[in-house]
């Protein structure tokens, strides 16, 4: 039987008490046990997330800038701060609800700027890497586009002849990722922002995991290749503040190399009682909380602290990499250019990855579940200080294990990440 609204209220302290019962079968995150979804910047900025975003609770970001003039100071700031952290010295854009809204409304911008540029084009196509997120599938099916995924090269990062090949009479857009989910690695996004110079064709850079921590590797020295808005034939970004931004769940960017590539993102209607409606968002009610926290971790770490935090979280990155990588049968499929490291046998032939996985789930890890190659992926975050020596020790002795016992993993198992 469905539970029914309590006739009577309950004490809050109850409430609390049987609230912090429920997620006593979740994955314990705060002990560095998960793959992602949880990407945190430690103790003192969940602080200012949740005392920031408590102050503009009850705001409404669809009125930013009119209602709430506060909100649009805030969301003003961010973009620009993001903006220099990306290059864009002409770049524009909005806060939105996380990176597959973002993702969505730069597909909606790119579509309606072809069909000003482009009328000709009916069935409009994108070109994507294999590699790219589901999202711009999902997009896609929103929006009226067909995505055509391409095989990455050899190194994991998108093909971009095999891109080229792919193109036609219908393509409007291109897509790279900085970094892809998968495997961590920057799509060759100055060679495709040259093709799509040559083919007056919209760029979009999905870079919602790397678009606000791979400056700060890059100035630490470690090996990023382009990917932003100093390469010119880029046109839109998607970077998520609450990814390596660290802001509070439910919050991420969009930004366009210019003020007219921007004006193709707002939905513009007036025929109703009220007059014009322009929302550049999916959603019209958008959360205030998302806007002044995304507002104060910026203000909050600022560049000295996002720098510290990056060579904290690169270190742990570099340890566990060596680690894994020491481990007999296991690698590094990939050379990352950020915190997502996707792993698995060295002999993909005959050591079945997803078995190693299925035994480091026996052990309660939730790492992430990677087809091709067969094998894991995570997201290096301030918890895994903690879980490092135990994950690597648990990943030794099941890799030792399903080599050892030709063990294969449950065919029946869902393909999912």
Known sequence: MRPALPEHGRPWAEIKDEMSGFSANDVKWREGRHAFHVWYGGDDIFEVQRDSYAMYMQENGGGAGKTFKSLKIMEDAVIDYAAGLLQGKTAVGHITSGGSESIFVALKAARDWARKHKPEITSPEVVIPFSGHPTFNRAAEYLGLTIVRVPVAADLRGD?????????????????????????????????????????????????????????????????????????????????????????KGSSLVLYANAELASFQPFNFYDWPLGQFSNPNVASTRPGGSISSSYAVMNYLGHDGYLALNKRLMNLRDEIMAGINAIPGLTINSTPHSLIISFGPSDQDNVDGLAIYDEMAKRDWYLGRSYQPRGMMMGISLPHELSKAKLLADLAECTEQVIRTHQKSDPNAPLTY
């Open 160 to 248: 971009v002849p095999a891109m080229e090949a792919a193109i036609n009479a219908n393509t409007i857009a291109l897509v790279g990722s900085a970094v892809c989910f998968p495997y961590g690695v920057v799509d060759p996004i100055s060679a495709l922002s040259d093709l799509a110079q040559r083919k007056n064709l919209w760029l979009h850079v999905d870079a919602c995991i790397a678009g606000l921590q791979a400056p700060f590797a890059r100035e630490l020295g470690y090996e990023v290749p382009d990917f932003d808005f100093s390469l010119p034939g880029v046109s839109s970004i998607s970077a998520d503040m609450h990814k390596y931004g660290f802001g509070a």
